[in-house]
């Protein structure tokens, strides 16, 4: 039974908040009804213009009663719509502050596991080149070994600064999604 009522209940809001101008006209209308039923069955006694006003006085205070509460709904649903936006952006954020410190922790270990590395190798060609300065061979084959110590080194220096470009970009189009 509590479940039924609390279905009836939902539907009755959802109702009021999809439809609030009618459900504004049906209160106001229906106490209009009341109003007049009332003041027909005392039609019989002698009424002044007063009477008449007073009558139908609350008639009016319950159409302002209808903007008021039209208004609070455009209120509360403006508000709903930026809560959801505002959870929206932090969802967002959060998402890319853990793709940001992924990526930095996957940085960091390329750095560690292979600029350190690099660094004995580059102090062991430097090495090898004061020794053997003299043979050209040797040079040739050290000048690859730098080169192919600098593409690695740009390439972890490059993908640091495509996952840094991309987080940006995804940031912006996140916030234009919820904008």
């Known amino acids: 039974m509590k479940e039924i009522l609390i279905k009836v209940i939902r539907k009755l809001r959802a109702l009021m908040e999809r439809y609030p101008v009618l459900i504004a006209a049906l209160v106001i209308y229906s106490y209009y009804l009341l109003t007049s039923v009332s003041f027909f069955r005392?039609?019989?006694?002698?009424?002044?213009?007063?009477?008449?006003?007073?009558?139908?006085?609350?008639?009016?205070?319950?159409?302002?009663?209808?903007?008021a509460l039209l208004q609070v709904q455009k209120i509360r649903k403006s508000h709903k719509q930026e809560e959801e936006r505002r959870r929206n952006i932090e969802h967002v954020l959060d998402k890319q502050q853990m793709y940001s410190t992924l990526i930095k922790d996957i940085t960091m270990l390329l750095q560690d596991n292979v600029n350190n590395p690099l660094a004995v190798i580059a102090v062991t060609t430097q090495e090898i080149r004061r020794r053997f300065e003299k043979d050209v061979e040797i040079m040739r084959w050290l000048d690859?070994?730098?080169?192919?110590?600098?593409?690695?080194?740009?390439?972890?220096?490059?993908?640091?600064?495509?996952?840094?470009?991309?987080l940006l970009e995804t940031s912006q189009e996140a916030l234009n999604k919820s904008s």
């Open 42 to 67: 005392h039609s019989d006694e002698n009424q002044s213009f007063l009477d008449y006003v007073m009558q139908f006085d609350s008639l009016f205070f319950l159409w302002i009663a209808a903007a």
């Open 144 to 166: 690859r070994i730098d080169g192919a110590m600098q593409r690695i080194h740009n390439t972890i220096r490059d993908l640091q600064a495509y996952e840094s470009e991309k």
